[in-house]
Antibody, heavy 120, light 107 residues
Framework: EVQLLESGGGLVQPGGSLRLSCAAS????????MSWVRQAPGKGLEWVSG????????YYADSVKGRFTISRDNSKNTLYLQMNSLRAEDTAVYYC?????????????WGQGTLVTVSS | EIVMTQSPATLSVSPGERATLSCRAS??????LAWYQQKPGQAPRLLIY???TRATGFPARFSGSGSGTEFTLTISSLQSEDFALYYC?????????FGQGTKVEIK
């Protein structure tokens, strides 16, 4: 059974940093691209970042480019999102999600999310 | 970034009726289009990918169609468990942008 468990969310001041983690199990982690998707309170879904299975290629939404860094440790089956220079508008539930396959980059499994609150 | 536009924002439908949701892309995405269902307090669930392939666990009353820039999600006969938020997402090129969502509510 595929499981994705996010952690690392919390309250942080504007300008601060936070690192999210996503522990994956139930599939061969290194074979699949992964994504981070966020949802601000009461708002819609926003794709944040993605990474290929090897970790060699990364992708970002314009809203986070230069501030967030996605990475993965395939030996630990773990996905990360390093978030720097955080702003109030980054407040959201952050989901990690598995990509179905590289030819169909839909997200077939999602974690339950971790809440990030940026506030002074 | 490709902009995805969903309509309507809210759809009021009686149980047993048909619901038709639309999604438009600002440029062609081929068939690289997914639909997700989200219920309150839950993570989204993949419903349709490749514009028309139903994901595991969803019944045949859900169907997707379209290609290029115009896409449709149809629920043929709404059941109580279908009242939820629905999002489309293009993944032709990352960033994989989402539409703003359509809320399907009970009429």
């Amino acid at each position: 059974e595929v499981q994705l468990l996010e952690s690392g969310g919390g309250l942080v001041q504007p300008g601060g940093s936070l690192r999210l983690s996503c522990a994956a199990s139930g599939f061969t982690f290194s074979n699949f691209a992964m994504s981070w998707v966020r949802q601000a309170p009461g708002k819609g879904l926003e794709w944040v970042s993605g990474i290929r299975g090897s970790g060699a290629f990364t992708y970002y939404a314009d809203s986070v480019k230069g501030r967030f860094t996605i990475s993965r440790d395939n030996s630990k089956n773990t996905l990360y999102l390093q978030m720097n220079s955080l702003r109030a508008e980054d407040t959201a539930v952050y989901y990690c999600a598995k990509v179905l396959n590289w030819g169909e980059k839909a997200n077939d499994y999602w974690g339950q999310g971790t809440l990030v609150t940026v506030s002074s | 970034e490709i902009v995805m536009t969903q309509s309507p924002a809210t759809l009021s439908v009686s149980p047993g009726e048909r619901a038709t949701l639309s999604c438009r892309a600002s440029q062609s995405v081929g068939s690289d289009l997914a639909w997700y269902q989200q219920k309150p307090g839950q993570a989204p669930r993949l419903l349709i990918y490749g514009a028309s392939t139903r994901a595991t666990g969803f019944p045949a009353r859900f169907s997707g169609s379209g290609s290029g820039t115009e896409f449709t999600l149809t629920i043929s006969s709404l059941q109580s468990e279908d009242f939820a938020l629905y999002y489309c997402q293009q993944y032709d090129n990352w960033p994989g942008t989402f539409g703003q969502g359509t809320k399907v509510e009970i009429k």
